[in-house]
């Protein structure tokens, strides 16, 4: 029973940050219909903002009220939404609206190259640490081992995160209107919905999440090239598996994957590397279109 508790935490642990990471993505899939392969260079962005945002925090004194640098990394991640998020929708994206999908991703692939050489442009090679805010918090005892509450911290924010989108989607007018554009955009727009509007405000905050993922993330690592490779692989197999366009496929599927690779590393660590390849091709056998997605129409 240990054990299994063991791998129950370590599993939503890192499916809680999945999802984090993989809901931005979806919720750029279903509004725009865009694969975006540039979100994984979006959280390193954000990432890497952070490290920057909180080591001046705490350059400049932040040391006399360090709980000041949570509020330094959601403003870090708004930044990157608000700095990003319109140039690309507005300056790129916005051409190849209901163009070949193909194309798409091949544009966005050239974003995530570009964002990759000026990352290195801004910060350079080496690696970024920023360890205070993981230390902050302390530490939790769970069954035989310690855990560090920050990881609990990033499942709060999980949760929080996923409320909030399903919220916004399900029972607010904004998000009608988002729906009514996901399910027929000339309709809306013939009924005065400002679509472009609606598009730039759907990406911009695909943007944030991606970036908001980056900086919870940036304290536990050290911040150097190449993050957003392994990060884009990981939530493109958790989307894939819940269902391209759904936010509650993102969430099942997090956790699904987060709970089979702490399995895997607890109980046969050989297999960790493809274990997550294995599930998604597993649910992919039976269910092609992923878990909560539907053949017939995209939705959220």
Request: no cysteine; net charge negative.
């Amino acid at each position: 029973m240990e054990l299994f508790a063991v791998i129950l935490v370590d599993g939503l642990i890192y499916g809680a940050w999945l999802f984090i990471v993989s809901v931005g993505l979806t919720l750029v899939f279903g509004v725009l219909n865009i694969l975006n392969l540039a979100h994984g260079s979006l959280y390193a962005v954000g990432a890497y903002t952070t490290a920057s945002a909180v080591g001046a925090y705490f350059a400049f004194g932040g040391d006399g009220f360090p709980i000041g640098s949570y509020a330094v990394m959601i403003i870090a991640a708004v930044l990157v939404a608000i700095v990003i998020g319109p140039l690309l929708e507005r300056g790129l994206l916005r051409h190849f609206y209901g163009r070949d999908e193909v194309l798409a991703v091949l544009v966005t692939y050239g974003v995530f190259l570009i964002l990759e050489d000026v990352m290195k442009l801004i910060w350079g090679v080496d690696p970024y640490f920023v360890y205070q805010p993981y230390d902050l918090l302390g530490s939790v005892e769970v069954g035989p081992l310690y855990y560090v509450s920050y990881d609990f911290l990033v499942i709060a924010v999980a949760i929080i995160v996923g409320l909030l989108v399903w919220f916004v989607i399900n029972r607010t007018r904004q998000g009608k209107v988002v729906l009514a554009v996901i399910h027929d955009r000339e309709m809306s727009q013939a009924m005065g919905v400002n679509v472009d509007r609606v598009f730039m405000a759907a990406f911009a905050a695909g943007v944030f999440l991606a970036a908001l993922g980056g900086a919870l993330t940036a304290p536990m690592i050290s911040v150097s090239p190449g993050i957003s490779v392994n990060v884009i692989i990981l939530a493109f197999a958790v989307v894939i598996i819940g269902g391209l366009g759904s936010i509650e496929g993102a969430a099942i599927g997090a956790v699904v994957v987060g709970v089979a690779r702490a399995a895997s590393v607890h109980l046969l660590p050989e297999a960790e590397l493809f274990i997550i390849y294995l599930v998604m091709a597993a649910v992919l056998v039976f269910r092609p279109e992923g878990l909560f997605q539907k053949t017939q129409a995209r939705k959220i």
